[in-house]
Nanobody
Framework: VQLQASGGGLVQAGGSLRLSCAAS????????MGWFRQAPGKEREFVAS???????????EYADSVKGRFTISRDNAKNTAYLQMNSLKPEDTAVYYC??????????????????WGQGTQVTVSS
């Protein structure tokens, strides 16, 4: 499985961006998908996840810092996951990574449960 993240860029505080994660290769609606981010000098952290279609109809989970502002979704027909980011803040500045879990279906925020990772896309929010 190869993951290609895109959609990052420079945006002013309060603005919006939508990230995409296109999966190719052996993909399945049974994969859990997630987004993580890493800011300069900080460890990578969980942002959001969506369970496979078999888990509670694709249950979503979010980090507290993004709840109410970010929305994760998936389009199984396109093998693509999305992260809609609204009301962006300067502290959202980071490299955003998408990830896929082929084994558990509902990986949530547990980074070790993901076995495929994309290359990252830079999001910069100016104040």
């Amino acid at each position: 499985v190869q993951l290609q993240a895109s959609g990052g860029g420079l945006v002013q505080a309060g603005g919006s961006l939508r990230l995409s994660c296109a999966a190719s290769g052996r993909t399945s609606s049974t994969y859990g998908m997630g987004w993580f981010r890493q800011a300069p000098g900080k460890e990578r952290e969980f942002v959001a996840s969506v369970a496979s279609s078999g888990w509670s109809s694709g249950r979503t989970e979010y980090a507290d810092s993004v709840k109410g502002r970010f929305t994760i979704s998936r389009d199984n027909a396109k093998n693509t996951a999305y992260l809609q980011m609204n009301s962006l803040k300067p502290e959202d500045t980071a490299v955003y990574y998408c990830a896929a879990d082929s084994r558990y279906g509902r990986p949530g925020g547990f980074e070790s449960l993901y076995d495929y990772w994309g290359q990252g896309t830079q999001v910069t929010v100016s104040s």
